[in-house]
């Protein structure tokens, strides 16, 4: 039965811990579709692409690779259904990225939505020139997806021209070495991304307004404490709008519907204080966290376990790739 499976691709850069907005904009997706028994999925910790901006802190990619295993396990990731590996692991992917250097321009590159924006975002890191590798960065995802013969690909919005960007290389691969690749479909999440603590529209590691996957308890009820609130509510009998409120917006996404309509008809009223608003809200992420912290400290105290979940998911893939490597050889007359 596995044959019919579509294989899924999919991975995160090691940057930083994975937070609540991961949760909601792609692990929950992921989860579905591992658990829908549909799909074959393999996610990748994309290390090399990590270091495409990191360049020049190894030590910060190196240690969240073990942190988003964690956090892959914790929520659920099952390592009976999903392949799980490291990028850097399959030097098949950075043979393959060489192979597709040939069919692809630099003036593509340089028009991709997603590069262009992320090169704006890091002018500090970059100055006036972006490096070879990072601007090359989407044809490193395109061998990712495609060494593994990736049918889909679960993605936010800001990484469909990447996608876009795979399939115009495997066409071009297709097309001048004969019918080899499979094109991979992205497939858009139907969850948004989630704003942060402070009411900017992304939660982001970098931006100090997220709770992760592994705070605490105290942590996590620190930061809600502080969420933006209404700014025009003072006193508890002040008319609150809910519309405006972090701690309102994450009421939708945490408690149950009953408990959402209390809170947003108290609050209007000027009948229900934010404290006593956040504390119910705190509590209800915690309620959500508490299986995912025990999980994970579950994995933290079983290190060899995660050691030979990495290892196996390693091996399957490579065996994958090097099939994949003798048939893109082959097409290229580069089967000594
Ligand atoms: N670009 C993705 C991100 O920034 C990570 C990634 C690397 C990826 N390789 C991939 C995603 C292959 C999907 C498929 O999060």
Redesign the pocket.
Known sequence: MEEQKKRM?????PTGRLHIGHYFGSLKTRLEMQNSGKYDPYI?I?DV?ALTDNFNNPEKVRNNVKEVVMDYLSVGIDPEKTTIYI?SMIPETAELTVFYSNLVTIARLERNPTVKTEIAQKKELFGESVTYGFLGYPVS?AA??TVVDGAV?P?GED?LP?IEQCREIVRKFNSIYGETLKEPEAILSEYKRIKGLDGNEKMGKSLGNAIYLADTEEEVSKKIMSAVTDPQRIKKDDLGHPDVCMVAYYHKLFSTKEEVECVCEECKAGKRGCVACKKQLAQNVNNFLSPIREKRKYYEEHPELVEKILKEGTEKTRQTAKQTMEKVKKAMKLDY
């Open positions: 691709v999919t991975g995160d850069r990748l994309a692409q990028q995802q990712d997806i690909v993605v990484q990447l």
